[in-house]
C-alpha cells in the first residue's frame, strides 16, 4: 500500500519511510546515503554554466544527525571548487531556507570530496545543493532517466532531473530563491550524507 497523500514522512510506518529512499534502510552510524536516488546507473555531471546554483532531493527518513556532505570528482580542474549545502523544502516543494552552508571541496584532483558539517535533522524533505566554480569540472551522477526524477511535463521521456536558480559561486543564499528552471534530460548529480547518530 502506497503512502496517502498529506501524510507526514515522520508519520510513515518504517517499510513506508524506507521503500521512498529506494532500499537505503540501513541508516547507521558512519555511513553515507543519498537521499532518493536508488539508481545503479551512473553517470556523470558537468556545469558548463557557472552562474548557477544546482539542488537535487534528499529525503530524511528518521530523525538524524549528520557530519558529512559528499560528492565524487571525475574530471578534475587546476584550482577547483565546489560548494556544497542542503536546504530545507518549502511550501512549493521546491528548495527553500538554508539548513547548513558545508563550505567548499577540493576539485583540482579526482575521487571523494568530502566537507565537515554537524547538523541535526528531522524527518522530511530537504535538498542537496551545489555550484562549482570552473564548468571543466565533472562530477559523480545518475544516468538520465534513472532512479527518481522531479517528474515530467508530458508523456515523452525526458524525465526532469534537477533544478536550479540564477547565483554567483559564492557563500549559499539564504533563501534558495525562485527557481529559475527544472532540468530534463540531463545526468542526476548525487549528494551523499555521512550519519553521524
Known sequence: MSPQRGVRVDQLDTEHRFGLIGGEANLKSGRYFKGITHATAQGTWTNANLSRLWATP????????????????????????????????????????????????????????????????????????????????????????????????????????????????GALPDPFGTVTSYVANVSGHVIYVRVNA
Open 58 to 169: 534528499l529525503l530524511v527518513p528518521r530523525r538524524m544527525t549528520i557530519d558529512r556532505l559528499l560528492v565524487n570528482i571525475v574530471a578534475a580542474q587546476a584550482s577547483g571548487l565546489v560548494r556544497l549545502g542542503i536546504y530545507r523544502s518549502n511550501a512549493d516543494s521546491d528548495p527553500g531556507d538554508l539548513v547548513v552552508d558545508g563550505g567548499t571541496v577540493d576539485a583540482s584532483t579526482t575521487g571523494d570530496k568530502t566537507v565537515t558539517v554537524d547538523e541535526y535533522l528531522s524527518p522530511g524533505w530537504y535538498w542537496g545543493a551545489w555550484e562549482m566554480n570552473d564548468g571543466g569540472i565533472t562530477m559523480r551522477g545518475r544516468a538520465v532517466g534513472s532512479g527518481f526524477s522531479l517528474g515530467w511535463t508530458n508523456g515523452g521521456n525526458q524525465p526532469l532531473m534537477n533544478l536550479y536558480v540564477t547565483h554567483t559561486f
